[in-house]
């Protein structure tokens, strides 16, 4: 891996089994002001091919990240999951419907499963404040995909 002094004291770091590269490109298509920032190539002495991507470090937003090509032996699960919070109705559904694209699976409360087996949790800035109400929170319950209006709504009855 390149020089970490550019990175944040605490960054996360994805275990993939031989797809980070391909997940690395889905995720920089996903999020505006995304970037690649270095690679490590196998040198054979790591999991999988020689000459292969080992390990990869990304940039989501502003967020670093560095993903490892490093077998099967760890799957992901929800006990870690990423927030990405949206400002209006249209951001929701535009992460909602981009991460569960191609296998990804949508779960309850605004989570998903991407088609990688990451969460995401995707929320509304304002969540907090919308489920002040007993309603508001009995209607998320009952949401896959979070409805900023339907909160509203149970907020407001």
Known sequence: MSDLQG???ITPFLWFDQNAEEAVDFYLTVFKNSRRLSEMRN???A????GSV????FELDGQKFTALNGGPMFKFNESISFVVRCDSQGDVDYYWSKLTADGGIESQCGWLKDRFGLS???VP?????LLKTPK???AMMKMKKLDIAELERAGQS
């Open 7 to 9: 990175h944040s004291r």
């Open 43 to 45: 040198t054979g002495d």
């Open 47 to 50: 999991p999988g091919p020689k």
């Open 54 to 57: 080992l390990v990869v470090s």
């Open 120 to 122: 995401w949790q995707i």
């Open 125 to 129: 800035a304002r969540l907090p404040q």
């Open 136 to 138: 508001a929170m009995q």
